[in-house]
C-alpha cells in the first residue's frame, strides 16, 4: 500500500499538482504495475510453502548452494537447519 501511494504521489506527470505532488496517469499505471508484482510476489510464496514440505525446501537450498562448496561453504549442514 506504502509503495503504491508514494508511487502515485511523487511520479512525475501532470493530472493534478499540490506543492511538491503530482498525480498523474504514469504514476498510477507504475503503482499498480508494482502493486501487482508484489501481490504476486506475496501469493506464489505463499503457495510455495503450503504446497512443499520445509525438508524439501532445505534439500532445495542445500542443491542450489553446491557451487558454494567450492568456497569452503558447509552446504551439507543446511539441511539441518
Do not use: K
Not at 499540490?18 to 505463499?46: C, D, E, K, T
Not at 525438508?55 to 558454494?68: H, K, N, S, V
Amino acid at each position: 500500500m506504502l509503495t503504491f501511494v508514494v508511487q502515485l504521489l511523487f511520479a512525475l506527470g501532470g493530472l493534478l499538482t499540490l506543492g511538491p505532488l503530482h498525480l498523474s496517469s504514469r504514476g498510477l499505471a507504475i503503482a499498480g504495475y508494482l502493486s501487482l508484482r508484489l501481490i504476486v510476489l506475496v501469493v506464489a510464496s505463499l503457495l510455495l510453502t503450503l504446497t512443499t514440505p520445509p525438508i524439501a525446501l532445505t534439500d532445495a537450498l542445500a542443491w542450489l548452494g553446491r557451487p558454494l562448496r567450492r568456497l569452503h561453504v558447509p552446504t551439507r549442514s543446511w539441511r539441518s537447519w
